[in-house]
Structures are given as C-alpha cells and as structure tokens.
C-alpha cells in the first residue's frame, strides 16, 4: 500500500472484496495514480450520490487499508450511517464507482511499427536471449500487473547487488510483437519450443531471395501462455539463411530485401524484434536497412539493440560493428538510430573485470546503456525446458530486467 506524501493523511483500516482490491490495484496502476487517490476519487464521487447502488456482494470481504484525507473517513462513516449501508459496502461502492468511472485506458499503438534490430557480430553474447526476453515483455497483458525493475541510474548496478534494488508492480504493454529468427542457427525457434522451417519448404531467405512458394503469414507461428493472449508470435528460422549472404549477392536493391518480406505482414504487429546472426555480411545490411528512421517516423522508434558482455572481446566487436552501421549511414543515407546497448549475462562476483567493464560500457554514453541483465539460472532452465523465460519464471530477476529494458526504450 502507498505510504502518504505529507501529513495531511490518515491511515484507515476496513475490509472489501478480494476482487475489488486486484481490480483497484491494477486499475489505478494503468492511470498512474496511487490507490489512495483512486480510493479518496472513489468516495467523493460516492457521496455525491443522490441515491445508493445496488447492493455488492462483501462476503469474504479481506483487510484493506489506504492512506486518506484527515476527516474524510469521518465523514464516510456518518454518511454511510445515513445511508443504511455498512462501512464495507459503502467502500466497495466506491471502489466500484471509481472503477466504472475510470475504465482500462486502451493500448497505444505506435503509428509506425517498431523495428528494433538485436545485433552484434560476436556470437555467445545473448542476443536470442534478449531478443526473446524483450518481446515477451512488451506483449504482456495490459490487464494484469508484473514486477518491474524501477528504472535509475544504471551505475549503480556496479555497486548495489540486483536483489537490493528497487521494484513496482506495473501493467503490461499488451504490444502485438512479431519475433523474427534470422539467425540459420534457430536458437530463438527452439528456445520457444518451436521447429527450424525444413530446408526443402518455403521460408524468410527464399522470400528474401525471389523463391518465396507461399505466403509469409503462413510460416508464422503463435508463442503459446495466457500471459501474452495472441499477441506474441514467432517466424521460425531456416538452415538455409546460411546461403542467404551469396542469394542476396544477385538480389536487385538488396539491402531492401528483408523490409520487402516483411512488410507483407508487419502491419499486423506494434512491434518487429529480428535476432540477428553473429555476421557483418549482407544479412546485416538488410538488418540495418529495415531498421532504418522511415520517412515521418519520429527519432527513436526504431533501431538498432547492441546486445554485449562486460568483458574486452564485446568491446572489440562493437567496434567493428558501429564502423559497420556508420558506413552503411554514409554510403545509404539512412537514418540509423541506436536504441541503446544491452549489457547481458553480468555478473559482479567476476570482480574487476566485469564491473570496470560495465564501467566502460556506461562511458560511452551515446549510445548509452539501456538495460543490465544478470546471469543467472532462471534463463538457463527456461531454455532447457524450451518455454518463454517471462511464463516460466514471470518473477525472476531476468524477467524483471527484461521488463524495464521494454519500458526503457518504450
């Protein structure tokens, strides 16, 4: 329950419905408002009323307690005696009240649809793991509340151990997210419990190449938990996007050909994750290309995720892969936007290394860190068990950092 800002509030204990204190707490959350403002929003409207509602069903009604106005519990409770209605049901009118009154606001969509690039040429760094944590996240359900990572100044990870840090429960996103394996090692396809399209079939390298024998939403599939509804879905990846950079080679506008194919079904989607092979090929420059600022888009939409370690050989790789993406800048004109880097798998017990490291990373400033990600066994075993890291363990600290990387770059 929110502590109040000054003292102008009083404690106050009743009791109402379970229903009613989930429904008030996710509600008031979604508006961004502290429940005791909901509540107190609640009871004014309540007593304005000319007449009572209809009666609410209190049985089993469990401890509430709020923080309210001094003398406005008084004055309830009299009006309540007026009234004819207990303490109880007097509150959970309110309650009720408020909530019809402030319906669950509706997702926004992006006008464009987001385009974010999970990239680094040096492998083993956790892009799949990224990638796949960062959808998860902004397809939560928007209706239900999820423990995020409260966001400050991402220095303070080298000093302060994960489980000391700050958390809030908040609403999902409740994003449509499109997850695109473009990888012909299919991590991320069998991290979610799915199959590599079979190499004699249709896939995203033959509809990049000209050889498509189908349509591209066909090959989509759903990621299956409660928790995302049919907003998370998943193109498979193929072992033929291995002879992807020699197709593209005799491809006209090449670098085109990742948005041609996609574009066919990214309007069905608020977001488009593509994990990206460990490669400064063509592959990447049709990465690039379809993250691109497209005309009208506002800066930051879409862009390019440098996922590293806290460690030299990350620092070596993204070197080479920013003079890449500062070339392709250059040579295409392209309005190239870095969402941020990604500090994944760290570990401050690995001493000196790894926090100088983080140090170094946090440095750079522009791009600057937008997410620190632990190593530790939750996404192992989710991975093992092949189930989305966010249903399979929704409260560890992997899935809470995945939360506020998606809010952080939201």
């Given amino acids: ?70 003398g406005q519990w008084d004055s309830f409770r009299v009006d309540c005696g007026a009234r004819g209605v207990s303490i109880v049901q007097g509150l959970s009118q309110s309650v009720a009240l408020w909530l019809e009154k402030n319906p669950a606001p509706a997702v926004v969509r992006p006008r464009f649809v987001r385009r974010i690039i999970c990239c680094n040429q040096k492998g083993g760094v956790g892009k799949t793991a990224i990638t796949a944590g960062l959808g998860q996240a902004m397809a939560e359900d928007s209706d239900q509340l999820h423990r995020v990572r409260i966001s400050k100044y991402l220095a303070a990870m080298i000093e ?22 473009f990888d012909p090692q299919g991590h991320l396809t069998s991290q979610l419990g799915h199959k590599s399209l079979p190499i004699d079939g249709d896939s995203l390298t033959k509809h990049m190449s000209g050889e498509a024998k189908g349509q591209l939403q066909d090959l989509i599939v759903k990621v299956e938990d409660e928790r995302f509804g049919n907003r998370l879905h998943l193109l498979p990846a193929c072992t033929d996007a291995f ?47 379809y993250g691109r600022r497209r005309d009208g888009e506002e800066p930051g939409n879409s862009g390019i995720l440098v996922v590293v370690q806290a460690e030299d050989s990350s620092a070596d790789a993204y070197d080479l892969l920013t003079s890449q993406l500062e070339d392709l800048r250059s040579d295409m004109d392209l309005d190239l936007d870095y969402l941020g880097i990604v500090v ?42 092949k189930r989305p890291l966010l249903a399979y363990a929704p409260r560890c600290d ?13």
């Fill in 1 to 70: 329950m929110t502590q109040p800002s000054s003292g102008d509030r009083e404690k106050v204990v009743s009791k109402l419905p379970a229903e009613l204190q989930r429904a008030l707490k996710i509600r008031s959350a979604q508006h961004g408002l502290d429940i005791q403002h909901a509540v107190e929003a609640g009871i004014n409207s309540w007593r304005g009323l000319g007449s009572n509602l209809s009666p609410i069903d209190t049985a089993g009604a469990k401890s509430f307690s709020t923080f309210l106005p001094e």
């Fill in 160 to 181: 302060e151990p994960f489980n000391e840090l700050d958390y809030e429960e908040l609403p999902g996103l409740g994003l449509r997210v499109l997850l695109v394996d």
């Fill in 243 to 289: 002879l992807l950079d020699v197709k593209l080679s005799s491809v006209r506008a090449r670098e085109a050909a990742l948005e041609r194919a996609l574009g066919l079904v990214e309007g069905e989607y608020d977001v488009v994750v593509v994990d990206c092979p460990p490669s400064l090929g063509l592959t990447m420059d049709a990465a690039a290309h």
């Fill in 344 to 385: 994944n798998q760290y570990d401050a017990r690995r001493g000196f290394i790894a926090t100088s490291s983080l140090q170094g990373w946090i440095d750079i400033k522009d791009p600057r860190v937008v997410g620190v990600i632990g190593d530790l066994k939750e996404q192992k075993e989710a991975v093992r068990m």
């Fill in 398 to 410: 992997q899935a809470v950092g995945m939360r506020a990387l998606a809010k952080e770059i939201s």
